[in-house]
């Protein structure tokens, strides 16, 4: 199983990003998929996830800014960043659970200025 985790940058507060990962290695259509965030000195946490039917959820901070979303044809899963704020500064990472076990991603920095 391979994530490839890309879109990260340098970004203005306020305005947007998109976020990919590409996964290899699994039936990408039946797993539910999750992206997860690690700001600077803190621990890695949850932000989003997208089932294998396409039901979303998301921490309640970003729940009105971001957007996660899948192509299944494609294998690519989606992060949709608006109004980004200094504390979305993180590397973000995804995350696929197979067979018990978790795959993650290589991560994507986010990096906000003021």
Not at 12 to 23: D, E, F, V
Not at 64 to 79: G, K, P
Request: hydrophobic content about 35%; overall charge positive; glycine content about 12%.
């Amino acid at each position: 199983v391979q994530l490839q985790a890309s879109g990260g940058g340098l970004v203005q507060a306020g305005g947007s990003l998109r976020l990919s990962c590409k996964a290899s290695g699994i039936n990408f259509k039946l797993h539910d998929m999750n992206w997860y965030r690690q700001p600077p000195g803190n621990e890695r946490e949850w932000v989003a996830g997208i089932t294998s039917g396409g039901t979303t959820t998301y921490v309640d901070a970003v729940k009105d800014r971001f957007t996660v979303s899948r192509d299944n044809v494609r294998r690519i899963m989606y992060l949709q960043i608006d109004r980004l704020k200094p504390e979305d500064a993180a590397v973000y990472y995804c995350k696929v659970q197979r067979s018990g076990a978790d795959f993650w991603g290589q991560g994507t920095q986010v990096t906000v200025s003021s």
